[in-house]
């Protein structure tokens, strides 16, 4: 009988290893031109692909990177088919913020979203509130938190946006002050960003269940902003994209 019992206890240990050794599944491809966030790029996958790496590197915690549209990732988070995902709570309204199934890790780095415009219309857009009850440029599957303030006008993409404004689809959007600088000097369109729609950090929001790895995950980025290498991996991409 006693063998029995820790032939089970065995078991189980063996099961739980198991089960904590699968790797935590995200999805940080956006839109696909959330340049240099996230690129299509085998060799330079963006901004947050390789820090999101390091940082599970630094935790020694295996995860699988899983290829999802933003509006599917979203659904997958919640479903529980992914296991964490990168966005700043800047981006979510209160009631997102404080959803029970996730947990934040510690801030990662700065993200900035403004209002961009044409510069002939930027003048308009100097304001948060000059966008209420306005149609605006949003890319399809992205968090706004007051996105019930205006009428969104949804895109695939930040390139797309970009587009709009030069054909005049869309007097206004709302973009990361990076992608649109980016994307505006590839596309050659004179845009100038306005008012800042929105200002935090980017973190790591996992589901509850793996709040004991929180610990390890939050070492390991307070070990990589020790070394500064977020402000070099932005330096490199500037350089690359820029």
């Not at 605006?136 to 992205?142: A, D, E, I, K, S």
Request: glycine share 4%; aromatic share 10%.
């Amino acid at each position: 009988m006693r063998f029995y019992v820790v032939c089970l206890c065995v078991m189980t240990l063996l099961i739980s290893s198991s089960v904590s050794a699968q790797p935590l599944k995200y999805n940080v491809n956006a839109s696909g031109s959330w340049y240099p966030y996230a690129t299509q790029s085998a060799k330079h996958p963006g901004i947050v692909r390789e820090y999101i790496a390091a940082v599970m590197s630094e935790a020694e915690i295996a995860s699988q990177h899983v290829s999802l549209p933003p509006k599917r990732t979203v659904q997958s988070i919640q479903a529980k088919q992914l296991d964490f995902e990168v966005i700043s709570p800047s981006w979510l309204s209160q009631a997102q913020r404080h959803d029970e199934k996730f947990v934040f890790s510690a801030p990662l780095f700065p993200v900035d979203e403004y209002l961009v415009a044409l510069t002939s219309k930027v003048h308009q857009y100097q304001t948060r509130d000059s966008i209420f009850r306005q149609t605006v440029g949003t890319v399809r599957g992205y968090y706004y938190h007051d996105d019930n303030r205006f009428e969104r006008m949804d895109f695939n993409s930040e390139r797309e946006l970009i587009l709009a404004l030069h054909r005049g689809r869309i007097d206004v959007a709302i973009i990361g002050d990076l992608p649109a600088k980016y994307w505006a000097h590839r596309l050659g369109v004179d845009i100038v960003l306005g008012a800042r729609h929105s200002s935090g950090q980017m973190h790591i929001r996992l589901l509850r269940e793996h709040q004991p790895l929180l610990p390890r995950v939050n070492q390991a980025i307070e070990e990589l902003k020790s070394q500064g290498f977020y402000e070099k991996l932005k330096q490199r991409y500037i350089a690359l994209y820029l």
